[in-house]
């Protein structure tokens, strides 16, 4: 079975300091990875994905994220946050070849908090 | 434009009532989604289809049904049965390899009064 885990309920960050937001997976087989950014009462917007290769993932916005498949984790960075990016933002896994199927198992969420 | 619509943006339902979702894609995807959100809870998987015809159940079907009759439309039923239906409906879609991001739309906020 896939899972995801976002430790962090909340982020608080000032405008201009390094945002990360954590996530952690658990996969049978080899896992895809997704970061999303929701608005309030707006569907999902995708930022990125690791597939294969580069640990490093860059996206949209500024984000990047790094894989690490020791610790099983995929972090979301940005070097300097805006206020505009105060957010929930949701990681996501899609296993592959399992009973899973390719369906997306999404994480709780981390609401990001940036203040002026 | 491609993309995926939700209708409506915003639904009320009586008690004992059933309604019905709208999803429709123009992105030639084969798998769509229906999730389910709900505060500090994230997203839970409804019911999922790969192909027409064909759909799987989720994490929690209970109360709800789908239809898969096209390709572009994956209609969502809140059956009388789903006690707790008050929720932010969310509907996406993809391409069935597995490193395809999904293609989520507005949302469907669904109320009983």
């Known amino acids: 079975a896939q899972s995801v885990a976002q430790p962090e309920d909340q982020v608080n960050v000032a405008e201009g300091n390094p945002l990360t937001v954590k996530c952690t997976y658990s996969v049978s087989g080899n896992p895809y990875l997704f970061w999303y950014v929701q608005y309030p009462n707006r569907g999902l917007q995708f930022l990125l994905k690791y597939i294969t290769g580069d640990n490093l993932v860059k996206g949209s916005y500024g984000f990047e994220a790094e894989f690490n498949k020791s610790q099983t984790s995929f972090h979301l960075k940005k070097p300097s946050a805006l206020v505009s990016d105060s957010a929930l933002y949701f990681c996501a896994v899609r296993d592959w070849g399992t009973d899973s199927w390719g369906k997306f198992q999404f994480g709780a969420g981390t609401q990001v908090v940036v203040t002026p | 434009d491609g993309g995926i619509t939700q209708s409506p943006k915003y639904l009320f339902r009586k008690e004992g009532q059933n309604v019905t979702l709208s999803c429709e894609q123009n992105?030639?995807?084969?798998?769509m989604y229906w999730y389910r959100q709900d505060p500090g809870q994230g997203l839970r998987l409804i019911y999922y289809s790969q192909i027409v015809n064909d759909f799987q159940k989720g994490d929690i079907a209970e109360g709800y049904s789908v239809s898969r009759e096209k390709k572009e439309s994956f209609p969502l039923t809140v059956t009388s049965a789903q006690k707790n239906p008050t929720a932010f409906y969310l509907c996406a879609s993809s391409m069935i390899p597995g490193g395809n991001e999904a293609f989520f739309g507005q949302g469907t906020r669904l109320t009983v009064v």
């Open positions: 992105l030639n995807h084969d798998a």
